[in-house]
């Protein structure tokens, strides 16, 4: 198409006004007209009718399917209008020459005579339109939609490319990221090691020969090497949980969340905590890494606790095609304008010294959940108000997802 078409008109109903799209053409449109016809008198109507509405045609006749099939190799045009019965073989063979060229040029059938139930037939086949030749008035109206509708669905076909190229560019960037991460928190361990032992063994031999303001700047060095350690581990953790296609089993979820609690009895006794639950589903879930987000959350309800002692409950409901899971406490509670932040990576709304820990637990929740093909929330109920608890929501689907953990 050397020209964009007028567009069509959308009446107010919604509906195209397609009367004004095939006469009423604001500029003159170039069209390249391929003409399959045997007969000359109808040729020349064609024609006709195309320059009176508006069309600056640019036309190329072909009359058996080896002509054809030279004239499209040749130059491409715009449209193909085709006799339905050219005698020795028929104007929908002009399709499956298209086809087999890989190119992709609308064909309007133009007939003498055509059924409702052929017309059907030839359209399913791969036609676009089709006009008799006693209302060829209508043949403009059929050839701007046909252009317009091609126009579309290039477009269509070009953003879904698009996407696609975008969604693999993504996947790897995602991926060599986290390889990066990996690889610099693994080798990263080994010299801070070197660090920590070596300033921990100078503090320990040299201690009668050094001045207390030497021994608090070693207590300094050890403490801040030991913490990079503890941080460097959690970003393995972190880097780790996205690497490789994790199993996922139908699992029972009861037993999962009892091994995280069984790994925080110690907490659990020292704060006096209740940690009650409902009955929990059998999902397709990685077990460890669902075992690692309760215990991240439970966790977190414990040691964010407020003056009483921690009372903690997990539910879970049923929904369509997933389930959610609440993990509800009794603690400090998290100011709304801070529930965006939380599950970003060493994203803490305190001081270690007011609470331990590196901020990273929530992050790893959400790779896992997201992972799984679902997705985690906090509800705070603070509002204002000293220890009235946070609730941190999540789901999983009911079944195996494509990308996630479940594939
Ligand atoms: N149950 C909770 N109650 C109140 N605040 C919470 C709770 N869980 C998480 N938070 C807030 O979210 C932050 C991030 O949590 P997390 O990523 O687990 O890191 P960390 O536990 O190391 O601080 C915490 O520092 C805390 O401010
Ligand atoms: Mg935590």
Known sequence: MMQTLAVAEVAQDGSRKDAELGVVADKTVALKVLIVEDNSFDQELIL???RRAGFDVNAALAQTP????????????????????????????????????????PVILVSGALGEVEAVECIKQGATDYVLKDSLARLPIAIRRALHEKQIEHERQRAQ?????????????????????????????????MVAAYTQLLAEQYRAQLDEKAQRYI???????????????????????????????VSDCNLILQRALDRLCAAIEE?????????LPT????????EHVFQNLISNAIKFRGKEPP??????????????????????????ENTGMIFAVFKRLHTRSE???????????KKIIEQHGGRIWVESQSEGKPSVGATFGFTLPTTRQRNGASS
């Open 48 to 50: 006709r009718e195309l």
């Open 66 to 105: 080896e002509a054809f099939a030279i004239q499209i190799r040749g130059t491409c045009p715009d449209i193909v209008l085709a006799d339905y019965n050219l005698g020795p073989w028929r104007g929908m063979e002009t399709v499956e020459i298209l086809r087999r060229e890989k190119l992709d040029v």
């Open 161 to 193: 490319q698009d996407l696609a190229r975008k969604a693999v560019e993504l996947a790897r960037s995602n991926q060599d990221l986290e390889q990066f991460a990996y690889v610099a928190s693994h080798d990263l361990q080994e010299p801070l090691r």
């Open 219 to 249: 207590h300094y060095a050890v403490d801040g090497a030991l913490r990079m350690q503890t941080l460097i581990q959690d970003l393995l953790t972190f880097s780790r949980c996205g690497r490789a296609d994790m199993d996922a089993e």
């Open 271 to 279: 704060s006096h905590a209740q940690v009650t639950h409902d009955v």
């Open 283 to 290: 999902l397709p879930v990685n077990r460890s890494q669902l």
């Open 311 to 336: 009372a903690v409950h997990i539910s879970a409901h049923p929904e369509a095609d997933e389930w959610k899971f609440f993990v509800r406490d009794n603690g400090i509670g998290i100011a709304p």
């Open 355 to 365: 609470y331990p820990g590196n901020g990273i637990g929530l992050s790893i929740c």
